[in-house]
């Protein structure tokens, strides 16, 4: 019997097109047994300004250096 921890450490050497056929396969998998989506996270608004923040700072210097 193969183990969790055997089919991850084997989907660590798939291509970026086999791992997305994967995910796909056990979508389907999971939607055909009625397995239910998580539910939504939800972020405050300051946790999404923060973000944002961070994300353009990391953008400026990213430019900065080039």
């Known amino acids: 019997m193969v183990t969790l921890a055997d089919i991850e450490a084997a989907a660590v050497s798939l ?5 997305q056929e994967l995910m796909l396969f056990l979508a389907s998998r999971l939607r055909a047994e ?3 989506p998580p539910e939504p996270r939800v972020f405050s608004a300051d946790e ?3 973000w944002i923040e961070e994300d353009e700072a990391d953008l400026r210097r990213v430019r900065e250096q080039q």
């Open 15 to 19: 291509s970026p097109a086999e791992k």
């Open 34 to 36: 009625g397995a239910m």
């Open 48 to 50: 999404m300004s923060r």
